[in-house]
Antibody, heavy 122, light 108 residues
């Protein structure tokens, strides 16, 4: 079954760190870029970060630049989002998403995970 | 480039036709997509390249537009269409991916 599954969410205090994982199955993740998109409670979608299929191209939203790090392990079919110095405004559901075409990194998404919730609270 | 959707919310009845607007702050190519999101679910791709329906999407959905103004139209609304809708700009180096703020379509 072609799917993305996020994990690693939870409750964390402001200033602490959390690492999210996005595991792929049913397709060759190493041929695809992967994006993270988040959605704060009751709010819209916010693009967070992207890593190209070969890790050469990596981009972040200004709101997370310098605090979040995206990486991938193609041998494990997994993409990670390391989130440091977490703030209250980072609280959201975090989705990973796959572009519709192989090897392109900035494209529309045809596959999304179900999301993992990150709660930042003291 | 910013994307502004309007309206932010919309009430309609089953069988109605609705249009949702997505305006870009400057002219863009055809790199615009639309997503539908239901509560508690991940977004679902509806339309890409302004007007191309994604696989399995009913023909009552359509997209159009050019330059800065784009529209999602749903004719003959069905109960399952009540959801939130987002436009997305892609292929916009060096800022990958921008979403509109969303439009919530509610049943009247």
């Amino acid at each position: 079954q072609v799917q993305l599954v996020e994990s690693g969410g939870g409750v964390v205090q402001p200033g602490r760190s959390l690492r999210l994982s996005c595991a792929a199955s049913g397709f060759t993740l190493s041929n695809y870029a992967v994006h993270w998109v988040r959605q704060a409670p009751g709010k819209g979608l916010e693009w967070v970060a992207v890593i190209s299929y070969d890790s050469v191209n990596i981009y972040y939203a200004d709101s997370v630049k310098g605090r979040f790090t995206i990486s991938r392990d193609n041998s494990e079919n997994t993409v990670y989002l390391q989130m440091d110095s977490l703030r209250a405004e980072d609280m959201a559901i975090y989705y990973c998403a796959r572009p519709a075409d192989e090897f392109v990194f900035d494209w529309y998404f045809d596959l999304w995970g179900r999301g993992t919730m990150v709660t930042v609270s003291s | 480039i910013q994307l502004t959707q309007s309206p932010s919310s919309l009430s309609a009845s089953v069988g109605d036709t609705v249009t949702i607007s997505c305006r870009a702050s400057q002219g863009i190519s055809s790199a615009l997509a639309w997503y539908q999101q239901k509560p508690g679910k991940a977004p679902k791709l509806l339309i890409y390249d302004v007007s191309t329906l994604a696989s399995g999407v009913p023909l009552r959905f359509s997209g159009s537009g050019y330059g800065t103004d784009f529209t999602l139209t749903i004719i003959s609304l069905q109960p399952e269409d009540f959801a939130s809708y987002y436009c997305q700009l892609f292929n916009n180096y060096p800022t990958p991916n921008t979403f509109g703020q969303g439009t919530k379509l509610e049943i009247k």
